[in-house]
């Protein structure tokens, strides 16, 4: 998105002559680090101060410091242009996004609240169908949907659970208020990128600590493993885990191999597996190697090319059939798709109260669904201000921002819109929350969002503080890397009795 923050009458930042703050300004959006009246919030006073005695030279330096470390640590992500990759260093601002303890508890609470319930909803609708019944969700929404599979209605998998591993994302709103954009229960990526950021900032900014207790969040690979081990097959005492890339052209390559090495298993592709009397084996130097659960980054459609796609050369001929037989676990489930479908996301609410009759602790964001006719003439109407996007892209691909599109780009999405209305929704224009981000020598208000990592096994984990990212151009909104957005380090502060916990936390 490229909307420009509208201006607000509210007093600049107290930051003295010379600072990395001078000319600071406060607009529409809820500010992280400043108060309206340009006070900086009581959690980040001492992070305010040491920023503000940090010259612009310095803060050069670091910058160029962080950059050198992602260089040579060799993070990069791959952006797809004209069929061609480009591969970039990960950009991150290092400027820390400070979370406080009780301000946690209750996106902790609601995150896992709301992964419980897509988890029912999955195998609700994939068993019993109840939910679709019951009118609580319209079953042709589902049942037409993109990204559901009809190969899998009846099918049991492991544990009952189908998202192990999913990527939430919030943003908040000009109240303060942290809202839920989307969820990513398909193949989430980023959590490499979190872990990353914290051990670059500690490296080259080091005294930002200091003055605060940080939550940790390097026992992510470990508590991923955990997840992994825990839904092999009950035959296996000592089960192989492998992690499955499309190899080492996908845009999230890095993380593959990140992750594969911090957990320590084996990163395969496709052609290194192979199913022999529906058990998938490995191929390895010392001879086949049985698998026993298949950590994937492949999409659905590229999975296994006898089930879905027959041109696939990513997939693993004849691994879907095995894992309807139970001889291997796959995470995420094959299906979860239907839930992360941004045509479905309107009704995770509902799902809420209809699983676990309780209220939600996260609120989505206002939507629109054109697929309703009374809907479908609000959006045609307001297609100036709304954001409309196609419900199976990702990545801040398929979208129109009202505010900053053309007549023509308006005119092609009432076009298309009109001819398939369930390939759409739509959603007011959010000024996403703003933090100081160094940014021509200066620190300035750069859009933030927060994507948070919550797996699912044994119990529900979800990694204290997740990927801050940033939309670096002055005013845009979108934060994808795809889209040239940054990063920041999240930090979550030990809870030193702030407050209760919230109504409903477990």
């Not at 992602?70 to 791959?78: A, L, N, P, S, Y």
């Not at 590229?302 to 027959?310: E, G, I, Q, S």
């Not at 479908?376 to 199976?392: I, M, T």
Request: aromatic letters at 8%; hydrophobic letters at 40%.
């Amino acid at each position: 998105m490229t909307s420009p923050t509208a201006a607000v009458a509210a007093p600049p930042p107290d930051t003295g002559d010379g600072s990395v703050f001078a000319g600071y300004e406060l607009g529409a959006a809820y500010d992280e680090l400043f108060a309206a009246d340009g006070a900086p919030r009581p959690h980040y006073a001492a992070l305010h101060e040491r920023l503000a005695a940090t010259s612009s030279e310095d803060f050069r330096r670091r910058k160029a410091m962080t950059d050198l470390s992602m260089r040579e640590d060799g993070v990069g992500f791959t952006v797809y242009r004209a069929e061609e990759g480009i591969e970039r260093v990960w950009p991150m601002d290092p400027v820390p996004r400070i979370i406080p303890a009780a301000e946690w508890r209750r996106i902790e609470a609601g995150l896992v609240q709301r992964i419980t319930a897509l988890n029912l909803f999955l195998w609700d609708v994939y068993h019993e169908q109840l939910i679709l019944r019951d009118g609580v969700v319209p079953a042709r929404l589902v049942l037409q949907g993109g990204f559901f599979r009809r190969e899998f209605v009846g099918v049991d998998v492991p544990r009952k659970i189908y998202v192990h591993i999913c990527g939430t994302d919030l943003i908040r709103a000009a109240d303060g208020e942290y809202l839920v954009l989307e969820d990513n229960a398909r193949t989430p990526s980023g959590v490499s990128y979190m872990l990353q950021n914290r051990q670059v900032l500690k490296r080259v900014f080091p005294t930002l600590f200091a003055d605060y207790d940080v939550l940790p969040n390097d026992d992510y690979p470990a508590a991923l493993l955990d997840v992994l081990q825990w839904i092999a097959p009950p035959a296996s005492a000592q089960p192989t885990v492998v992690l499955l890339s499309p190899g080492i052209y996908n845009s999230a390559y890095f993380e593959h191999s990140y992750l594969a090495q911090r957990m320590g298993i084996e990163l395969v592709e496709g052609r290194d597996l192979f199913v022999d009397a529906n058990r998938v084996f490995m191929r390895t130097t010392r001879g086949p190697r049985r698998v026993d659960v298949i950590y994937r980054r492949i999409d659905d459609d590229f999975l296994d090319p006898l089930t879905f796609r027959p041109d696939s050369a990513l997939g693993v001929p004849g691994l879907v059939n095995a894992y309807r037989a139970g001889t291997v676990a796959l995470a995420n489930s094959v299906g979860t798709g239907i839930a992360d479908d941004k045509g479905v996301y309107p009704f995770v609410p509902a799902m809420i109260r209809y699983y676990l009759a309780q209220e939600p602790l996260l609120a989505n964001v206002e939507t629109f669904r054109p697929e309703v006719p009374a809907e479908r003439s609000h959006v045609l109407a307001n297609l100036e201000s709304l954001v409309v996007k196609r419900v199976n892209e990702s990545g801040g691909y398929g979208m129109l921002v009202g505010p900053a599109s053309t007549r023509q780009q308006r005119e092609e999405f009432r076009a298309a819109i009109e001819a398939n209305p369930r390939d759409f929704i739509a959603q007011p224009t959010i000024q996403l929350s703003t933090h100081p981000t160094f940014v021509d020598g200066r620190l300035d208000g750069r859009h933030v969002d927060l994507r948070p990592f919550v797996l699912c096994g044994e119990r529900v984990v979800v990694t204290p503080g997740g990927l801050t990212r940033v939309a670096l151009p002055k005013g845009s909104l979108v934060v994808n890397s795809s889209q040239g957005g940054g990063s920041k380090d999240t930090w979550i502060l030990a809870d030193r009795g702030d407050g209760p916990p919230p109504e409903g936390a477990r």
